[in-house]
Structures are given as C-alpha cells and as structure tokens.
C-alpha cells in the first residue's frame, strides 16, 4: 500500500484524475443508491399502471432532452482543453445554441403527447412540468468549464446537496399521498435550484458567463462539430426508451410499470462507467494530440476495467433479479425479474458504446457514431413492433439489448475507418 500510495504521489496527473473521479463517483453512487429506494417507494405507492404513466411521461421528456442537450457536453469539454484563450466565446455560444435547443424541446413534448393521448390531461400537465426543467438545465455549461479543468467537486457538491434535499421533498410528496403531478413539480424544482447554485457557484469562483460573447460563427463551429453527437444522442435515448413509448401504445401501462421497475435497476449503475469516463475524457484527449497509439493503450487499459466491472455488474443482477425485484418493488412487480435478467448485459454494451464514442470524437469520425445509434435505435424499434405484441416487457428487454449489441459493438467492424475501435473493443472484453 506505501509503494501503491508513493507511485500515485509521485504522478500529479493520475493523482487529479483519481481525486476527480473519486468525487464524480460518489455522486453518482449517492443518487444510485437513495435513486434506486425513492423509485421503489414511488412504484409502490401509485402501482405498476400509474408507474408505467410516470415513465411514459419521463420517456418523452428524456428523448426530447437529449434534443435539447445537442450533443454539446464532449465536443465543448474537448474544446475548452484544447483551446483555453476561447474559453468565454465557447461558453457563451454553447449557453446560446442550449437556450434554443431548450425552447425547441419543450415545444416538441407538448406537441408528442398531444399527438399520442389526446384525450388524458393529466397526463400532458406532467409531462408540461417535466419538460420545463429542460430550460434550466442549460446552466449545465457551467459544468463543462470545471470538467475540462478536472475539478468537479465543487459541481458534484451543489448537485449532491441539492439532490439530497429534494429527495427529501420527494418523500414528503410520497407521505403525503402526493400526485404524480406533485413528483413532476418536484423534479423540476430541483432541476431550476441546481441551475440557480450553478450561476452563483460561477460568479464566485470567476467563472461568469459572458452570453455577450457568443458569436453567430462559433455557434455554427459548435453545431458543426456536435450535431452528429447530438443525432446519436437522440437515437441512443430513443433505444433506451422508446420501449417504454411502445409498451404504453402496443401494450398498456402496467406493462410500462413493469418493464420501468427492472430498468430502474439495470440502468442505475450506469452513473458510474459515465461519471469516470467523463472525469478521464481530458487526460484521454489530450493524450491522443502527444500520441495515438499511448491513447489506444490507455484506453484499452480503462476500457478493459470498465467493462469487466459491467460483466460483474450483469452476472450479479442476473443471480439476484427475484429476490432484487420482491425486495425492492414487492411481489405486484414480480414480471419484472424476467425483464431485468436480461437488460442487465445491456450494460456491458453500453459501456463499450461510451469507450467507443471517446475514440471516434478525438478521431474525428462523429458522424459514424450518429450512424451506427440511428441505426441501433431502428433495431430496436423493429423489434419492439414485432415482440411486444407476443412477449409484452420481455420482448422489449430483448429489443434493448440488441439494439445496444449492433449499434455499440458490431457495427464498428463494417466500416474500414471504424475496425480500430472493434478491434480495441475486442481487446477490451479479453480478461488480460
């Protein structure tokens, strides 16, 4: 442990690192872990149909957010790295092109559930008060400028109080036999705290943002360099939940409830391969500008513990879903075992998707990511089509976890410019 401790010490970089997604990891573990217990508690108190709305509603909202986001988080972190004398155009052009997208989004929702359940309007008054937490969120580029200079725990603070006392409210909500309406309100209302905190947090520390210095030219860079980011963000929210839009309209909402319990649980750790990959993402950039092949061996070292931690991760699920779905959700939810057996190994894929994506943004070749996520989610919405009329939530599960197998994975080996990364996956699923 000395010789561990002295090693560590004696490397500032891989110190920052540590010590930065030390802190992005504990954040995430918090909201893991009280995440996973206030959706238990929510999905017994209203039940898997009542459940299935809330999801149903945030499935909407989370595909028209990530509309909303553009794809800006990487390429903004990358560039604030590589270009640091541009810090305030890019900030400011990146709050602008959020704004729009923000206002574009919401609209987008409204128009979605009006357009699939006409006639429920409680129902469109959620998903109106979820949606307009999408405004606020564009505070999130305050986020990118402590990123790229890995020094997240200030951010990961503010977020993990403000997390903190809203799952208090959120219990409050529950005992006293809140709405859904009420849980909507609540999600929202942090959503615009965080965003407040994040200003402050900005003006104190120096870092305030300028929206003056956004220029029309750089705001046409930013779109240039994220839009194929933002197209495979889209798709990739739209295979990881238009099951739950599918389920609603070709099944019921129970089904939506169901299918919902045993994602909440396959996807919760997700936070964690996500928060180190965003804490190594600056070490990883600006290894691939000194050389490519000491970014290939670094990134296949990483990616090989990330995605054996997801192997563990999925076996461990896959013993447990019974006894984790009985203890969690109770015995209404007990359909939601078979769904969550097989959704677990959606993560071992997933987290090769986020290694992959990192290779093909610092290569230049976005735009294959936006392919192969256009089509993994064309995957999986044809597969929902045909599953889930005969397997319900099951078949939905299956459709998922293909739709991340081609587009994560065996899509890389088609194209020539893409066979390195397959290649570098394969290494990575390789024990040593």
Known sequence: MQRLQAWVTGRPLLRQVLGNAGWLATDRILRLGLGVLISAWTARHFGPSLFGVLNFSLAIVVIFGSVAALGLETVVVRDLVRMPGRRAEILASALALRVLGGIVAIVACM?????LRPDEGATAQVVGVLALGLLPQVMDVVDHRYQAAMKSRPVIL?????????????CLVLLNQGTLLDLALASTAEVLCAAILLGYLAYRDGNVLRPTAATASECARL??????????AVSVAIYMRIDQL???ELADDRAVGVFSAAVRISEAWFLVPMSLMAS????LAANYV?????YRDLLARFGRSIVWLAVGVALLLSLLAPRLIQLIYGSEYGESAQVLVIHAWAG???CLGILASDWLLNAGLARYSMYQAMIGAGVNVLLNWWLIPAYGAVGAAIATLAGYIVSTFLLHS???ATRPIFFLQLRMLRWS
């Open 246 to 248: 599918m389920l609603g």
């Open 290 to 294: 000194r050389s490519a092949s000491g």
């Open 414 to 416: 088609v194209a020539r």
């Open 111 to 115: 128009a979605t559930i009006g357009l």
């Open 158 to 170: 503010l977020r993990s109080g403000t997390f903190l006392v809203f799952a208090v409210v959120r």
């Open 348 to 350: 071992v894929f997933f």
């Open 280 to 283: 190594v993402a600056p070490v």
């Open 223 to 232: 779109l240039r360099q994220s839009w194929p980011l933002a197209v495979s």
